[in-house]
Structure formats: C-alpha cells, structure tokens
C-alpha cells in the first residue's frame, strides 16, 4: 500500500470509497466510510512499519466488527 494512495482514497468521496471497496471485494456503507474517515485522516507513515495503533484498531472494530476489521486491514496491507 503507497502512501500516495492512502493520500487519493482520504480526498475521495464515501461513494467513491464504497465503490472501490466492492470493486475488492469488500462491502461497506457511505454511512460505515463516514464513521471511518477520521481514522483515514489520522494515517501516519509510520503506521507502515510500527502497525496501527492498538485504539485506531479498537475504534474501527466497534464500527465494522471484527470480522470486517480484519479483512478492511487485510485489504489495505496487500
């Protein structure tokens, strides 16, 4: 995952972020993506190499499950 994409998919719209999560295989909500867009704001490069902070992790588990929490990860660390 480059940063530059993280970069492009935080400007998109949620319609698009929905879209290209289905194009993935991955299915979620504008309302889901809405709830989700603060954590997207916070990325930090350093993310990339220490993991993603346990509370980030917590907070997208209480709005997908952890079922799709995991498989939201799996798709961004491809």
């Known amino acids: 995952m480059s940063i ?3 970069q492009q998919l935080a400007q998109s719209t949620d319609k698009e972020i929905v879209a290209f999560a289905r ?4 299915e979620i909500s504008t ?3 809405k709830k989700l867009r603060p954590y997207l704001e916070k990325f ?3 993310w990339l190499f220490v993991g993603i902070p346990k509370d980030i992790l917590v ?3 209480a709005v997908l499950g952890r ?3 995991r498989q939201l990860i799996a798709l961004f660390t491809k």
């Open 4 to 6: 530059q994409f993280l």
């Open 23 to 26: 194009a993935e295989g991955f």
């Open 31 to 33: 309302s889901e993506v």
């Open 44 to 46: 930090s490069f350093s």
């Open 59 to 61: 907070e997208v588990e």
């Open 67 to 69: 079922k799709r929490s």
